[in-house]
């Protein structure tokens, strides 16, 4: 009686196996099915290619918010806006503060440092593929100034920002060694009294 049970038992195994496997395969072909209405445009969720709109573009900055973030005048279709706002990749300025917090020291020299540097003038934009946009939707980018070179570079060599290495990007290396310098030199952000 045990080896009729053991027999009988074989067929329903395989049944659930070739059950499993079609599941698994209607899934995959429903998911296929769902990619190719999305790259179609069939699916009501706008599809946006933000490294085709703004990767290498030589964009005019119409205002700076701070000193690292600013705008420019390239719609963002993402955002339904006729400016872009761009959040600079892989550094962080003191922040400006709100209605109830004080500016961070050199919050106001970031933003100068910015604006002098750039505000009205035209700028390239380098995106990094994996990570195209940060918090409240802004592009991240890092941003060159023609025949300057980085304005993200010259922010944290002149003290004005802490690297930011919580993401991987192509200058991790070259940002994380300006802020060593500028911390070396005692400059900016990196004063005693600031750093402390």
């Known amino acids: 009686m045990h080896s009729t049970s053991s027999s009988s038992s074989v067929p329903l195994a395989r049944r659930l196996r070739r059950s ?20 179609s445009g069939w699916l009501l969720v706008p599809h946006f290619d933000d490294m085709a ?3 290498g573009r030589l964009v005019r900055v119409i205002k700076v918010i701070d000193g690292d973030t600013i705008d420019v005048d390239l719609p963002d279709v993402l955002n339904d806006k006729p400016f872009t706002r761009i959040r600079l990749w892989g550094l962080d300025c003191p922040e400006q503060g709100g209605l109830d917090r004080k ?8 933003e100068s440092f910015v604006r002098t540097m750039i505000e009205g003038s035209t700028v390239t934009l380098q995106l990094e593929p994996h990570r195209l946009r940060g918090t409240f939707g802004r592009v991240l ?12 570079l010259a922010l944290l060599e002149a003290g004005l920002a802490r690297a930011d ?12 060694k300006a802020q060593r310098k500028a ?14």
Do not use: C
């Open 20 to 39: 499993r496997r079609r599941v698994q395969f209607a899934a995959l072909v429903a998911l296929g099915l769902l990619i190719f209405a999305d790259i």
């Open 103 to 110: 500016p961070q020291p050199y919050a106001q020299e970031a």
């Open 165 to 176: 290495e919580r993401w991987s990007h192509v200058h991790l290396s070259r940002y994380a």
């Open 141 to 152: 980018a890092h941003v060159e100034i023609p025949e300057m070179g980085s304005l993200n």
């Open 183 to 196: 911390q070396g030199e005692k400059i900016g952000i990196w004063t005693p009294d600031e750093s402390d």
């Open 53 to 55: 709109t703004y990767q």
